[in-house]
């Protein structure tokens, strides 16, 4: 930006900073239909404002330079916080590009075309830094979201003393065969159990992939001294790991998880020589 281009710029905004801040705050407000109160917006507006004041008087307009460090460091928290709060890009962008709308008759009016482009541009670069940023945001939230949904998808309860379950629902995939390892592990450590039931009552369908999944936490749970049953063989189940061919060797296997607690309670006592869970309870 020329010299005389980047003075009149910087008089415009500098002697007009109230009235086109408290304009601009006006235009985002309205746009975000209620959703931010005004002091909110007039606090995030009023920080980015200044700082695109000082960024300017060092007179280069390179947006990933230095000089705008702290205009990019500002448009970076507000766009992860309207992330947060469910704002979309456009949304987020809008209040830097609405800038443009509140000094467009300012510049234009007074002929300042080539001002008005060059700052123009400008925000231009900074809108697609801020969508970059929110962006990369959203995905963070959706992979954290996704983490929280696979942990609460993979619970394991504790069924009776000695005896922890697993009751699986939906697609049994590598991050989720990980998950529940870890889980069924630490809680056969944390309960001292010795019996594992991985009910698959709620999967919808087993091939190939899922068995080998089901396998390998089931050679972990024994790794920790523990039996393991596989609940939940369904007709179709069955049917179906019959004509793939596949060998679930000497693992127990039980149609539903109150065949698989009988049997493990059965265990328990052929293990003590007592009735099982007499001194403890459910």
């Keep these: 930006m020329g010299q005389d281009n980047s003075d009149r710029l910087l008089s415009l905004l500098t002697d007009g900073q109230d009235d086109i801040l ?5 235009t985002v407000t309205s746009s975000l239909a209620g959703r931010l109160t005004p002091a909110e917006v ?18 280069d307009t390179a947006t990933r330079g230095e000089q705008f460090g702290e205009v990019r460091s500002l448009l970076a928290e507000l766009s992860r916080n309207r992330a947060r709060q469910g704002f979309s890009p456009t ?10 709308e509140v000094l467009e008759p300012a510049l234009v009016g007074n002929t300042d075309l080539a001002v008005y482009a060059r700052f123009s541009r400008v925000l ?4 697609l830094y801020t969508v970059e940023v929110h962006a990369k ?17 993979t619970p394991v309860v504790k069924l009776w003393d000695g005896i922890v379950g697993v009751p699986l629902v939906g697609t049994l995939d590598s991050a989720r065969t990980q998950v529940v390892m870890e889980k069924l592990l630490q809680s056969l450590l944390d309960q001292n159990a010795t019996h594992a039931i991985v009910d698959i009552t709620g999967v919808p369908s087993v091939d190939t992939q899922v068995a080998q999944h089901l396998l390998k936490t089931v050679v972990a749970a024994r790794m920790m001294g523990a039996e393991c049953t ?34 493990a309670l059965h265990r328990i006592q052929q293990a003590t020589g007592a009735p099982a869970g007499i001194g403890g309870t459910a």
């Design 91 to 100: 949304e987020t962008a809008f209040s830097l590009f609405s800038l443009k």
């Design 230 to 263: 596989i609940s939940g063989i369904r007709p179709q189940i069955a049917q179906t790991i019959v004509a793939l061919g596949i060998e679930f060797g000497d693992i127990t296997t039980k149609a539903t998880l109150a065949d698989a607690l009988r049997h």
């Design 137 to 153: 945001a959203r995905e963070e939230i959706i992979s954290a979201q996704a983490e929280q949904l696979l942990e609460l998808s």
């Design 42 to 59: 007039q606090q995030d507006l009023t920080e980015l404002y200044r700082a695109l004041l000082v960024a300017l008087r060092q007179g």
């Design 124 to 127: 231009d670069d900074l809108g």
């Design 22 to 26: 408290a304009r601009w705050v006006r």
